[in-house]
Structures are given as structure tokens and as C-alpha cells.
């Protein structure tokens, strides 16, 4: 070290620099490949979570659907006994003795009204 001159101190400073350079370079190049492999594997997760989130959604179409189902059929069924109590009040204005039809149509519709207070 006693023998040291400026020229010895310059190399040994660039040979330094040099390495620290190589260094940044292989740490910089490694960064770059922890992002393009770091993309891909969140690209596969948020498109778990979209599937996720989408059958949740479809899920709750397909309940809203069979309640809109189930709620069709119901008024179906409304339509279906409140028309036949219609015919047979027609009936009796018309023939004025259908006591049985009269007394099926009012145990429908009675029986129809209870099955809604009982759901």
C-alpha cells in the first residue's frame, strides 16, 4: 500500500464501480423477470375471483328466477280458480239451480286462499 499510485487508486475505484454496476444490472434483470412471472400469477387469480364472483351472480339469477317461476305459476293458478267461480256464477245466472258447481267452485277458491297463508 506504500507504493500506491494515482493511477493503481483510478483502476482500483473503476474496478469497484464496475462491480457494483454488474451488480445493479443482474439485480435490475432479475427484478424484471419476478414481474413478468408475478403478472401471470395474479392474472390467474383475478380471474378465479371474476369466475368466483360471476357464479355467485348467476347463482342468484337462477334463485331470482325460479322465485319469478314459482310466483307465474301461483298467479296462473289465481287465474284459473277465480275464472272458474266466474263460470259458475254465470252458470247459475243462467240456469239458476247449480248448487254443486256453485259449492266445487267456492271450495277451490277457498282452498286456493288458504294455500296462500300457509307459504
Known amino acids: 500500500m506504500e507504493n500506491l499510485t494515482p493511477d ?5 475505484v473503476y ?11 443482474v439485480d435490475k434483470v432479475l427484478d424484471i423477470f419476478k414481474k413478468w412471472r408475478a403478472p401471470a400469477k395474479n392474472a390467474a387469480e383475478d380471474v ?11 347463482d342468484d339469477h337462477e334463485r ?3 322465485q319469478q317461476k ?9 287465474s284459473r280458480v277465480t275464472s272458474a267461480g266466474v263460470m259458475a256464477l254465470l252458470d247459475h245466472e243462467l240456469h239458476n ?4 258447481q256453485m259449492q ?13 297463508m300457509t307459504k
Do not use: P, W
Not at 15 to 25: D, E, K, P, R
Open 8 to 12: 493503481q487508486l483510478q483502476t482500483t
Open 15 to 25: 474496478v469497484i464501480l464496475a462491480l457494483f454496476g454488474s451488480l445493479i444490472t
Open 48 to 58: 378465479e375471483k371474476k369466475f368466483s364472483n360471476d357464479k355467485h351472480r348467476l
Open 64 to 66: 331470482e328466477l325460479e
Open 70 to 78: 314459482r310466483d307465474i305459476e301461483s298467479l296462473k293458478e289465481s
Open 97 to 100: 239451480g247449480n248448487a254443486d
Open 104 to 116: 266445487g267452485a267456492r271450495d277451490d277458491i277457498m282452498a286456493y286462499l288458504q294455500g296462500l
